[in-house]
């Protein structure tokens, strides 16, 4: 399970764009990370031998950051904010609706693997509270009501798009060479809180 | 105030940070040079030695936005002068609960603070700069990615800038999800690759920072204001604000407010016009029962003291700070003992796990707060989380530890009762005197 042609290339551009080769590590796991959407043992192995590192700092970095996996995660990673702006909005009944609608198990992956579920803490987006990450997007205000609609409009959005992460068969849905997900639509169309008052 | 108001009238003259907000495709190069961006630059290179540049902004008193309010000139007098690396290093975390103001003025004016970097750089003498960027920001990572490569394709950056002898690479280095990393010397250590745990100082940063370097860490907004000060001069900017704080403020407002969002304003804005003129009011017009007036981190300002003037010394008067200026208004209908839980449950979370009492006294504060909220709090536990205060403040290498103890302390002495009422066989009033 060596690095992908394309993780390669980007390491060794973040190597040379960086003065000093150490600094290139966290940006290296973060490209390593997106090829599976989680990083196995073996891949910080990788990648810190690739800097001429020992593998020992980038593990201290890969179980410290709540943003690198160091365990298998689905399609979509739902970081659900539960600081106190969005807690005084309403995102624990968010939370719980995710739950209920998921069934995550005790990592927090639903059993498709399509979904993640992780705690968030305040990610600066407060005017649009209760809201969450999905992947590398802030979606809110949520309402509790309409979160079994938001999450059939992801799955149904990621059918079309390359699948990663625990979903374990991409031949199930549509060939998955339609590009990259493009998120901004899939965002765009999901159904937020009406505008309070 | 009635009907629609635009972001545009609430506006000061002033800074104006903010000023493009909604401008389209500000970090279009030439749609920002049409708007004076890099216009201060450009006269700096001009007009100015780098010791004049820091001799304005040490004069313009522009006090450090990110919290510690602690004057920029100044801490850029502390480098060294003379050859040898230098860096700039921008603090761009904001991870603190409730403060948005550093994203938003990322993702709509990018090129600002790019020009604010070339500024402080060149009068530090710094030729690389590091903007650290929590990894949640992707869109505002990209945004000044976009504005470097077109900055320095322009010679606003790189080699012998605008034909001076001034060189500048900036970077712009993202996080991947960790508060302690917006604590400056957590900071350094993110970019040399270690896990993000604070250094113990003396030495600081000014002396030995990023690699060992002498570097200036400053906050976004510190950085964003210095364009306006180096064109339009320091008494200028002294004209804002309050005498002792000048300029304005990008406050950030949110909790129970009809509208949340960021307001720049003239420093010194008194938390009642805050959160009634510009958020328009508490839904349901209910009272506002308590204000946190930096994030989870700074003491509390009760309800009858909304007249407060939000400037660096006013709130100290409370024993609060202005801090980063992100208000989170609750209303009548919290319980406080809950809200307080959520506040230490976020410190517990980020804890770096680097000094004991903070790691461990987190954990201790949300044990005995989730005691209470289940209503198996014992007597005891009120004297408890004082004492777990006691332990973890000042005890610690960083202001984390400090602040996980302000929502404990604050409740406490604003609104013992509710923890009271909580604990079953709490006495509900002194034990009568025994008879002789």
């Known amino acids: 399970m060596a690095l992908e042609p394309e993780t390669i290339a980007e390491i060794e551009r973040i190597r040379a764009a960086l003065p000093e080769a150490r600094s290139a590590l966290l940006p290296s796991l973060k490209a390593a990370q997106s090829e599976r959407g989680w990083l196995p043992q073996e891949t910080i192995k990788d990648v810190a031998e690739m800097l001429g590192l020992d593998p020992n700092p980038a593990y201290m970095l890969a179980t410290f950051y709540t943003m690198l996996h160091t365990e298998p995660v689905g399609h979509y990673v739902l970081e659900v904010c539960r600081s106190l702006p969005c807690y005084l909005r309403g995102s624990d009944q968010v939370t719980e609706a995710i739950r209920g609608a998921l069934q995550p198990d005790e990592h927090g992956n639903s059993v498709d693997g399509m979904f993640s579920l992780k705690i968030g803490e305040c990610l600066g987006d407060c005017p649009h509270a209760p809201m969450m990450r999905v992947n590398d997007d802030f979606v809110g205000p949520l309402a509790a009501e309409t979160i079994p609609e938001t999450l059939e409009i992801l799955r149904r959005r990621a059918a079309g798009g390359r699948v990663r992460g625990l979903m374990a068969d991409p031949a199930d849905g549509p060939p998955p060479n339609e590009g990259p997900l493009t998120f901004s639509n899939a965002i765009q169309s999901l159904p937020l809180a009406r505008v309070r008052e | ?436």
């Open chain 2, 1 to 436: 105030m009635t009907g629609a108001i635009t972001f545009e009238q609430l506006m000061p003259a002033g800074p104006n940070l903010t000023e493009y907000r909604h401008a389209p495709n500000m970090v279009d190069l030439d749609v920002a040079r049409s708007r004076g961006a890099y216009d201060g630059l450009t006269k700096a290179l001009a007009e100015y030695t780098p010791e004049q540049v820091t001799g304005i902004v040490m004069d313009a008193t522009v006090l450090g936005r990110g919290g510690a309010g602690f004057p920029a000139g100044r801490k850029w007098s502390f480098i060294p002068k003379g050859p040898g690396q230098k860096y700039l290093t921008v603090n761009a975390d904001e991870s603190e609960p409730g403060t948005f103001s550093n994203r938003e003025l990322m993702e709509t004016n990018p090129h600002l603070l790019i020009e604010g970097v070339a500024l402080c750089c060149y009068a530090v003498g710094a030729s690389r700069a590091f903007i650290y960027i929590r990894g949640e920001y992707i869109h505002a990572a990209n945004q000044l990615n976009r504005a470097i490569t077109s900055a320095r394709a322009a010679n606003l950056l790189g080699d012998k800038i605008l034909g001076s002898e001034f060189n500048l690479e900036v970077f712009v280095y993202q996080g991947a999800g960790a508060y302690i990393c917006g604590e400056e010397t957590a900071l350094l250590e993110s970019i040399e690759g270690n896990r993000p745990m604070p250094r113990s100082r003396p030495p600081f940063p000014a002396v030995a920072g990023l690699y060992g370097k002498p570097t200036v860490i400053n906050n976004v907004e510190t950085i964003a204001n210095i364009p306006a000060i180096i064109r339009n001069g320091a008494d200028w900017y002294k004209a804002f604000g309050t005498p002792t704080s000048p300029g304005t403020k990008v406050y950030s407002l949110s909790g129970h407010v009809r509208r949340p969002g960021n307001y720049e304003l003239n420093l010194g804005i008194s938390l009642r016009d805050l959160i009634y003129e510009y958020g328009q009011g508490v839904p349901g017009d209910r009272a506002v029962k308590v204000v946190l007036p930096s994030g989870a981190a700074a003491p509390w300002i009760p309800a009858d003291a909304l007249d407060t003037p939000m400037d660096y010394d006013n709130p100290r008067k409370l024993g609060t700070i202005l801090g980063s200026a992100s208000v989170i208004v609750m209303d009548e209908s919290v319980s406080i003992p809950h809200a307080t839980l959520r506040l230490i449950e976020f410190f517990n979370h980020e804890s770096c796990g680097k000094c004991t009492p903070c790691r461990e006294g987190t954990l201790w504060l949300v044990k005995a707060l989730k005691r209470i909220c289940a209503g198996e709090g014992v007597p005891d536990d009120l004297q408890l989380l004082l004492n777990v205060c006691d332990s973890i403040a000042g005890k610690v290498l960083c202001a984390l530890g400090d602040f996980a103890v302000s929502p404990v302390q604050s409740s406490l002495k604003y609104f013992r009762h509710e923890y009271e009422a909580m604990i079953p066989g709490y006495p509900t009033a002194e034990p009568a005197l025994a008879a002789d």
